[in-house]
C-alpha cells in the first residue's frame, strides 16, 4: 500500500498566475484515520518534503496538487515515497520535463 495519494486538478482560469513565474498550488490532507495529530503532522510533514524536493521542478504550473497521506507513510523510506510521488505525476501525466 502506497504511502500517500496524489490528486490532480487544472487551476482553475480566475486563479491562474499573472505574475512573472509559475506559481504551483500544493496541498496535503491526512485524515484522523492516520492516527493522532502527533502522527498525522509527522505524515504531514514527510509529504511537505517530498513535495518541496520534486514538484517545484518537475511540475506543471498549470495544475493543482493535492497529496493525501496514508498510514504507510510513517514506515516507508523516504527516498521511496519521493520516487512513488515521481512515478505517480508520470502516471497522471502531469510530469514535466526536468529543467537542468
Excluded at 487551476?11 to 506559481?23: E, K, N, Q, T
Excluded at 496541498?27 to 498525522?40: I, Q
Aim: aromatic share 4%; hydrophobic share 45%.
Amino acid at each position: 500500500m502506497p504511502g500517500f495519494i496524489v490528486q490532480v486538478a487544472p487551476v482553475p482560469a480566475d486563479l491562474a498566475p499573472s505574475g512573472p513565474g509559475p506559481r504551483i498550488r500544493v496541498g496535503f490532507t491526512v485524515s484522523r484515520k492516520v492516527g493522532n495529530a502527533v502522527v498525522r503532522n509527522r505524515v504531514r510533514r514527510r509529504l511537505r518534503e517530498i513535495a518541496r524536493q520534486v514538484i517545484p521542478t518537475r511540475a506543471h504550473p498549470d495544475l493543482d496538487y493535492v497529496l493525501v497521506g496514508r498510514q504507510a507513510a510513517l514506515g516507508r523510506a523516504f527516498a521511496l515515497m519521493r520516487a512513488e510521488l515521481e512515478q505517480a505525476l508520470k502516471r497522471l501525466r502531469a510530469l514535466a520535463v526536468a529543467t537542468p
